[in-house]
């Protein structure tokens, strides 16, 4: 396992688990972010990353990429 941070644009990963609080993974789990689901990076921007979830394109910042294992 290591975290989404440092997946590269193209990269497709399967979401292991999401760490942080229990308010940081409730949020990344409303937005598609849960274990089991595939996550395909599609372009890193100064650490942030926009990736695709379930159809959807979404940006997150460098520290909720650290967060998510894959």
Same mark, same amino acid.
């Given at each position: 396992? $290591? *975290?989404?941070?440092?997946?590269? *644009?193209?990269?497709?990963?399967?979401?292991?688990?999401? /760490? /942080?609080?229990?308010?940081? #993974?409730?949020? $990344?789990?409303?937005? /598609?972010?849960? *274990?089991?689901?595939? %996550?395909?990076?599609?372009?890193?921007?100064? /650490?942030?990353?926009? %990736?695709?979830?379930?159809?959807? #394109?979404?940006?997150?910042? #460098?520290?909720?990429?650290?967060?998510?294992?894959?």
């Amino acid at each position: 396992m $290591m *975290p989404l941070m440092f997946a590269a *644009p193209g990269d497709v990963c399967t979401i292991q688990r999401v /760490g /942080g609080s229990e308010q940081l #993974r409730l949020h $990344m789990e409303e937005m /598609g972010f849960v *274990p089991g689901t595939q %996550v395909t990076v599609v372009n890193a921007l100064g /650490g942030n990353l926009i %990736v695709n979830v379930k159809d959807t #394109r979404v940006a997150i910042s #460098r520290e909720m990429a650290g967060k998510i294992m894959i």
